[in-house]
């Protein structure tokens, strides 16, 4: 996941600054592009990621562009104040908002500076002169499944289900078991409903998948209250049958969120 993060950033970072430095002429001075990190660089995660790929910006495009990096910015206030700063006495054209919470202080800003370019990092707003990019993540989603099924002793999906079924084995706390079903339900639905509508509007295929997600996480939360309540009235064997079936709702939902961010690739 971790180089295909790189090469996203790299590619989004190269594609703004060049989009960007299309409209100055040779002699003007270079495109001061901002960074805004929510952690220290370090030598590893998101922040690190989005490190290398400024370092390659500024080495692929030179003496054409001057860069600037402000570590450990909080979200909130902190980040609208920097933001402000970069755009105003630093002069950048260009400014990387590269954490979800900075959305809200970026588009304050962004409204500030109609003449400053601002990105930011998996938002679900834009602006006239502010928008969004993210990593591909189902490809991180995939190949954790893909693992996932190699690394079980059946290497097929609802492998535990068919253990129960043969495995009989008892399930106590029958009351907790549902409640905390019943919370993750509401939890994982609602943020199913909010990243599919967010990411239709903004025609993400990745957003879109990622609520897909959601919802088969909510699912699966529904088929715990279910299996609770099939073995609180005696009826234990429903339980592993329950699991098949849900096994086959997300090996669905699954197959949609594939054609949803794979669609987009094969239309061009």
């Known amino acids: 996941m971790l180089k295909n993060l790189t090469r996203a950033c790299t590619l989004v970072l190269l594609a703004c600054a060049a989009a960007a430095l299309a ?11 901002g960074f ?26 030179g003496a054409r562009v001057k860069t600037i990096a402000v570590e450990s910015v909080s979200e909130g206030a902190d980040a609208e104040r920097v933001l402000r700063d970069l755009a105003g006495a630093q002069g950048a054209k260009l400014i990387f908002a590269t954490s979800f919470g900075y959305l809200e ?17 998996g938002g679900y707003k834009t602006a006239p002169n502010l928008a969004t990019y993210d990593a591909r993540y189902y490809e991180a989603r995939w190949l954790a499944g893909w693992l996932a099924g190699r690394t079980s002793r059946s290497g097929v999906a609802g492998y535990e289900a068919v253990q129960r079924l043969i495995e009989p084995a008892d399930v106590t706390h029958l009351g907790a078991l549902a ?3 019943a919370i993750g339900f509401a939890g994982n639905w609602i943020a199913a409903l909010i990243r599919t509508r967010a990411g239709r509007r903004l025609d993400s295929a990745a957003l879109v998948a990622d609520g897909n997600h959601a919802r088969a996480d909510a699912y699966v939360s529904l088929a715990v209250i279910a299996s609770a309540a099939t073995i609180a009235i005696g009826l234990p064997v429903a339980d592993p049958l329950i699991g098949l079936a849900i096994t086959l709702v997300i090996l669905r ?13 094969h239309r061009h």
Not at 253 to 265: C, H, Y
């Open 23 to 33: 409209s100055f002429a040779r002699a003007e001075p270079p495109l001061v592009v």
């Open 36 to 61: 805004v990190y929510v952690t220290p660089v370090g030598e590893a995660g998101w922040t690190y990621q989005h490190e290398l790929g400024r370092r390659e910006m500024a080495r692929a495009l």
């Open 105 to 121: 202080p970026a588009l304050r800003v962004a409204a500030e500076f109609p003449q400053v370019r601002f990105e930011h990092a």
């Open 179 to 181: 409640a905390a079903g």
């Open 253 to 265: 939902i699954t197959w949609d969120s594939w054609r949803t961010v794979r669609g987009p690739e």
